[in-house]
């Protein structure tokens, strides 16, 4: 008898917990990335929600790409929430995602706590349709212990594009004459957007897409200086060969020692960090009159297609905010977009990280524009011009022109 009671007392608690686990809420969020540091601090913060909201679920999937993200919406069900990099516009025009506002008003955000350009980067027409998590800006890193070993004098902290070139230029001399297998480049490599952002910002109607006929000479100036500098340093084919393909990530060729600077975003301090074999450090990025600062800034968005809207902004208020926002910045793959966290936990090394900090309060420029139509731009400028332009094969003017004309016939808003 004990026995029968003792097996129905089991099977009532299984079909209590059972019924737990259907009456739950599911969350079913979608992530690109698929580093082991990201993953552990998805499922960290994942986890202390759960259990904070004992009747919500996180389904958590990562590594998934951008385009499998945007066919799930497309298809009408299976997606709450996930994690974007590309222009918000271009989701906003797809009505891919829903404003937060209404949420905002319900539960609080305060705008104020976050680098002003990670809000700027994801509010449109007075609506936000994402929540910053990450923010992300460049720095130049460099290998003290090596250019101190070959007699360099180190970089300064602050330069024009001038200074730079011409400090590149000493590098580069100073390889001459080493044997290809142990030549030293200057750096690994530089931003192209930062040159074409950072102009064309001052001098684009953000709400046509339309170029301001004055930025043609300011383009091809830079894009002079750009074309320059690319002479100097390793094509990527080369970069494959100097690192045999055992040593991956965009900063391998620094960890080896065969860069003396580093094009540095800050995503990628957690690769930099494992060094111990010599000194570095970062200054910042090159600067002209005409160039200003760029960011880049990762969110958390609700598809229109959420049936858990609500829930799911209770979840990304959580991820955006707080906890979550510590871990982000303590992790260092990037800055936490919520500048109290960042300048809390976001230290050394490297010893001048606050580089980072700096620039990315003093951004003005997103990575990606506030236009539809961005996405095909950069694919059909890559696809018919870029490597011509590389490889020196067309002027800067020629380039510039024709640029200009892909950015006419591409780049809009979404009333056009």
Known sequence: MLKKILLLSLGLLILSCTARIKNKKVIRYM??????????????????????????????????????????????????VFFGFI?????????????????????????????PLAIDSLTWENKMYGLPVQTSVNAIAYNKTLLEQHGLPLPPQKWSFDEFYNYLSLLYKNQ???????????????PFRDIFYGTVYRYMDMKTGIINKQARQILIKNFKKYQ??????????????????????????????RSFLLECGAWMLPD??????????????????????????????????????????????YYA??????????????????????????????????????????????????????NEFFEKMQSSILDDFNYGRITPEKFTDELLKIADACLKNEEQ
Not at 351 to 359: A, D, L, Y
Request: glycine share 6%.
């Open 31 to 80: 992530n690109p990335e698929g580093s082991v540091n990201q993953l552990n601090i998805m499922k960290l913060i994942c986890s202390r929600y759960e259990k904070q909201n004992p009747d919500t679920r996180i389904e958590l999937m990562t590594g998934v790409k951008t385009d499998k993200i945007l066919s799930t919406i497309a298809s009408g069900s299976g997606l709450d």
């Open 87 to 115: 222009n918000i516009k271009d989701l906003i025009s797809k009505k891919a995602v829903i404003p937060l506002d209404p949420f905002m008003e319900k539960y609080g955000f305060e705008r104020n706590d976050y680098f």
């Open 321 to 374: 905010s707080g906890f979550a926002a510590d871990r982000f910045a303590a992790g260092k793959n990037g800055m936490s977009s919520r500048m109290e966290a960042t300048e809390h936990f976001f230290t050394p090394p490297p010893k001048n990280i606050g580089v980072f900090i700096n620039s990315a309060k003093k951004a003005r420029v997103p990575i990606r524009l506030m236009l539809t139509g961005e």
């Open 176 to 190: 001459l004459n080493a044997e290809k297998q142990n030549k030293i480049y200057p750096i690994n490599a530089f």
């Open 228 to 257: 320059e500098i690319l002479k100097l340093y390793p094509r990527s084919a080369e970069l494959s060969q100097i690192s045999g393909g055992g040593v991956g990530g965009s900063t391998a060729i620094f960890r080896m020692q």
């Open 272 to 317: 930099l960090k494992e060094i111990n074999s010599f000194d570095w450090d970062i200054v910042y990025l090159p600067e002209d009159e005409s160039i200003d600062y760029c960011a880049a800034t990762a969110y958390l968005s609700i598809t229109s297609i959420s049936r858990l809207a609500e829930d799911a902004y209770k979840f990304i208020h």
